[in-house]
C-alpha cells in the first residue's frame, strides 16, 4: 500500500486538491505579495468605491501595482517584469478576489495597451510609451469596442485616413477601461490598407474620453467612451508590425487568459464568504453547515472552483511553453467566468439575506462578473469558436 513520505497529507478546506503543490517558491512568492498588496490597499475600501461608482484612488494604485511588476507583467524588457504566464495568472487571481475592476485595471493596461505596443510597435514607440506604463506613472487603454460594434469588429467604423505624412482619425469607441485617465491609448481603425492600430497621445486635439456613469457592474473601475473627432497624428502613431483583425485578436487573447485566472478569484472569494458564514450562522440550533443541502452547496462550489482553478494552472503551463491555441483560450474564459458567476449565485444563496450586503463581496462579485462574462468575448462567441474548432464548420455568419 503506497503512502507519503512523511505520513499522511491534511486535507485542507481552502486548497481541498493540493492545487499549491503546483507552484514553486517564486510562483508562491508572487501569489502572496499580491495577496497581501490587495488585502491592505483594495479591501479596506471597495466596497465603499463600489457603492459610490468610483476609484478615487486610480492613479495612486496604478503606481503601487508598477512598483509590484504587475503591469506588462509578463512581458519582456522596457521595465517589464518578464513573469511567466503562471505567475501572471495568480496575480490576476488575487486581484480580482480583491475586485473585478481592479482586475481589469491592470489587464487592460499590460495585456491589452502594453502589449499591443510590445507586440506591434516600433522600437521608438516601445521606447516612449513602455517603461512608465510599466512603472504605472502612466495609464493606457484599448479602443476597440464601438457604441454599434461589439462582436463583430471588422464591423467599426473608426477610421483613419492620409493627409500628407499625417494621419486624421476620427470614430468613437465605447465601454473602454482605464479611458478617462489614460495618458495613451491604442486605437484600432479602418484605413484604406485595412484595420491598423495607432499609438494616440490623450492630450491631442480632438480626442476626448468622457466617463460612462450609472453602471450597475464594474463599479469600481473607470469605464469611458473614446470620442475622436479629426485627431490628427504624425505618420509614426501607426502600429507598424500588424495589418488586419490578427492585431486587436492578439491582444485579446492575452487578455482572456488572464481573465481565466481573475475570474477564479471572485469565485474564490465568494466560496470562502459562503464557506466561513455556514460554520458560524446558526439556524434550528446549529450553524447551517451542518444541514445536508449547505454541504452539498459548498461541495458543488468547491468542486467547480477548484476544477477551474487547475484548467487555468494548465493553460497557464501552455503559455509558458508556447503552445496555447486561441480556442483553448475560449475553452478557459468560457467554463470559468460561466461557473464564477454560479459560484457566486449559489454562494449568495448560502448567506441569505446579507447575500446581498456590501458587508459580504458575494452580490459585488456576481454583478461584476455579468461584465467579465461579456467583455473580450460573449458566451455565444467562444461557443462558435469551440464548436468551428471541433467540427471544422464556420457557424459566425
Not at 478569484?265 to 439556524?283: K, M, V
Not at 486561441?326 to 467554463?335: D, R, T, V, Y
Not at 455579468?370 to 458566451?379: F, K, M, R
Not at 462567441?381 to 471544422?392: N, P, R
Request: aromatic fraction near 8%; proline fraction near 5%.
Amino acid at each position: 500500500m503506497l503512502r507519503p513520505p512523511g505520513g499522511p497529507v491534511s486535507f485542507v478546506p481552502t486548497d481541498p486538491l493540493g492545487l499549491d503543490e503546483l507552484l514553486g517558491p517564486e510562483d508562491l512568492a508572487v501569489r502572496d505579495t499580491v495577496r497581501s498588496w490587495a488585502a491592505d490597499r483594495v479591501l479596506p475600501h471597495i466596497a465603499q468605491w463600489y457603492e459610490s461608482g468610483e476609484l478615487p484612488a486610480i492613479r495612486e494604485l496604478a503606481r503601487e501595482l508598477g512598483a509590484l511588476g504587475a503591469l506588462g507583467m509578463s512581458l519582456e524588457g522596457y521595465g517589464c517584469a518578464g513573469a511567466s504566464a503562471v505567475q501572471y495568472g495568480l496575480a490576476c487571481l488575487e486581484l480580482e478576489a480583491a475586485d473585478s475592476g481592479i482586475r481589469s485595471l491592470v489587464s487592460v493596461q499590460g495585456s491589452l495597451a502594453m502589449y499591443a505596443i510590445w507586440k506591434y510597435g516600433s522600437e521608438e514607440q516601445k521606447q516612449r510609451w513602455l517603461p512608465g506604463m510599466a512603472a504605472g506613472e502612466l495609464i493606457g487603454c484599448f479602443g476597440l469596442t464601438e457604441p454599434d460594434v461589439g462582436s463583430d469588429p471588422a464591423a467599426m467604423r473608426t477610421y483613419a485616413k492620409r493627409d500628407g505624412t499625417d494621419w486624421v482619425l476620427g470614430g468613437r469607441k465605447m465601454w473602454i477601461t482605464n479611458g478617462s485617465v489614460a495618458a495613451v491609448a491604442v486605437v484600432w481603425a479602418q484605413t484604406d490598407d485595412g484595420i491598423r492600430g495607432f499609438v494616440v497621445p490623450t492630450d491631442t486635439p480632438g480626442f476626448s474620453a468622457p466617463e460612462i456613469k450609472h453602471k450597475w457592474s464594474l463599479r469600481a473601475s473607470v469605464t469611458s467612451e473614446l470620442v475622436m473627432d479629426d485627431v490628427r497624428l504624425p505618420a509614426d502613431a501607426v502600429l507598424p508590425l500588424v495589418t488586419g483583425l490578427k492585431g486587436p485578436l492578439g491582444c485579446l487573447s492575452h487578455a482572456r487568459y488572464g481573465i481565466i485566472w481573475g475570474s477564479m478569484g471572485a469565485a474564490r472569494a465568494s466560496f470562502e464568504a459562503a464557506l466561513d458564514y455556514a460554520r458560524t450562522r446558526e439556524q434550528f440550533g446549529k450553524p447551517i453547515g451542518g444541514f445536508q443541502l449547505t454541504q452539498a452547496k459548498l461541495a458543488d462550489m468547491a468542486l467547480e472552483l477548484h476544477k477551474g482553478i487547475l484548467l487555468a494552472h494548465h493553460l497557464g503551463r501552455r503559455m509558458d511553453a508556447g503552445t496555447l491555441r486561441p480556442e483553448q483560450i475560449s475553452f478557459g474564459k468560457l467554463n470559468n467566468v460561466r461557473e464564477a458567476i454560479e459560484i457566486c449565485r449559489t454562494a449568495r444563496t448560502v448567506l441569505g439575506a446579507n447575500g446581498i450586503s456590501l458587508e459580504y463581496p458575494v452580490m459585488r462579485h456576481a454583478t461584476n462578473l455579468e461584465s467579465v462574462l461579456t467583455y473580450e468575448g460573449t458566451v455565444e462567441m467562444h461557443q462558435l469558436v469551440l464548436g468551428k474548432a471541433l467540427t471544422g464548420l464556420d457557424a459566425f455568419r
